[in-house]
């Protein structure tokens, strides 16, 4: 399976990006994708996750500000982020795997495919 994350950027504290996760060669219904970001010298971080029946989980530090959705017609998952904050800014990392998001440890499980990652940068 090839993903393919795109929709990074520049932003303002306050303001809005949205990301997208297109993944091919997978029945795209069948899993689940996740959402993840770095920063230097950090370790990766879960962000969210949706399962592939649309359940959806969020990191504390994000609920409230950003909603993941899937559309399976299109085998694209979304990343709407609403009201930025400058410590958003990360390389935000989509992967795909079997539906792991209703373990509370899916942010640390191993995911089977991984996108190249989307720069997000927020100024304050």
């Known amino acids: 399976v090839q993903l393919q994350a795109s929709g990074g950027g520049f932003g303002q504290a306050g303001g809005s990006l949205r990301l997208s996760c297109a993944a091919s060669g997978r029945t795209f219904s069948d899993y689940a994708i996740g959402w993840f970001r770095q920063t230097p010298g950090k370790e990766r971080e879960g962000v969210s996750c949706v399962g592939n029946v649309g359940r959806t989980y969020y990191v504390d530090s994000v609920k409230g500000r950003f909603t993941i959705s899937r559309d399976n017609a299109k085998n694209t998952v979304y990343l709407q982020m609403n009201s930025l904050k400058p410590e958003d800014t990360a390389v935000y990392y989509c992967?795909?795997?079997?539906?792991?998001?209703?373990?509370?440890?899916?942010?640390?499980?191993?995911?089977?495919?991984w996108g190249q990652g989307t720069l997000v940068t927020v100024s304050s």
């Open positions: 992967a795909i795997d079997e539906d792991r998001c209703g373990s509370p440890l899916w942010p640390v499980l191993p995911w089977d495919s």
